[in-house]
């Protein structure tokens, strides 16, 4: 700082990584000689001196005035003004069509004083608040003119309308860059993602009765598919599963192997039930019986595989009884007839065998 003779009248207590909003960093006061020229002060800050009969010379830095030429010059008091560059982030509110719904602005801004002698004039000691209520005067009418829903395109129209016009803040002495995001307002933000979240439900239900309805065709097809070819027999369902499963043979082969096991055991059952049995009269069961027989003739002069000829004759078949009287059977080659005695006369002949 400089080397003065009397305290300041306003100073704010600010270094080089401190927020600021007013760039004044001090006010004091000048006697006619209370102003010593040492070079204590920052090199990035300015010293503004105004002048007995009004008005304000600016030294921006390094430039420092003599105490002879502030002594000549009758200088009143000196401000020392920040020169660095400060960023700044703040949110305005804008109006859109309808008076019950606002725009929520995002404003990044980045401002230096370009002319401290203007800044000190001007008196402003809030830069933010200056230059968002320029930004946010100069926007109202063009936010207007959009529906709340339509805040792309606002944004749009909002930054190549404000482009051509002078950025904010330079009338009084301020350099400034500046960006905004035009959003929708919390109410009706909150409003879409609950629209959204009900599309997206929706959505979800109609894929998965979709994939429903296909996995649903699918299994009917291959219910068909398997009930085709089961229809067809054992034999083909097991060459079905083996066309697929081929490491599976060994257990193919031992279940088909009970399969006919089993056939033929509940056959010879049957058999053995009809020979034995006196379920039906004897001419009813002429033909099954017949048939029996002949299935156990023929199993008896084959091998099955995993059964042992002590299954197979476990229980004998009964012998068939023989034809009661009355029967029709089926007629023979006649018999021959011993010859008749020509002494016996009128005797009946003799017919049994």
Known sequence: MPDFRQPPDWQQPADRHTPL???????????RFGFARKT????????????????YDP???????????VAAKRYTAVYEVDMGVHPYRAEISLPSDNDAFE??????????????????????RDVPALLLGELQQAARPHTRQFAIHDSASAERHLLDALSDRTPPGKTVGLRTTWTLRLRRDQQDIDHQRRLQSIDHHTAEQIRAEQQGAE??????????FYQRYLEQGGVVAWAMHLAGNPQDSRLVVNCM????????????ELARELLSGESAEDYELEGPKRRALDFMYELFNQ???GMSQEQLSARPPATPPAPSEGWL????????????DPQDGDKPTDLTP
């Not at 204590?40 to 008005?55: E, M, Q, Y």
Request: charged share 30%; no cysteine.
């Open 103 to 124: 725009f929520i602005a995002t404003v990044d801004l980045s401002w230096q004083v370009a002319d401290p002698a203007a800044v000190v004039k001007s008196g402003h």
């Open 59 to 69: 030294y921006l830095p390094p430039v420092r005035p003599s105490r002879g030429e």
């Open 329 to 340: 059977t089926e007629p023979g080659p006649p018999r021959d007839l011993p010859p008749s």
């Open 303 to 305: 091998h099955v595989e």
């Open 40 to 55: 204590l002060t920052r090199i990035d800050h300015a010293l503004v001196f105004s002048r007995p009969k009004g008005g």
């Open 257 to 268: 192997r009970e399969d006919r096991l089993r056939l033929v055991l509940a056959e010879v």
């Open 21 to 31: 909003i007013d760039p004044v960093i001090t006010v004091r006061q000048l006697s």
């Open 215 to 224: 996995l649903r065709k699918f299994e009917a097809e291959k219910i068909e």
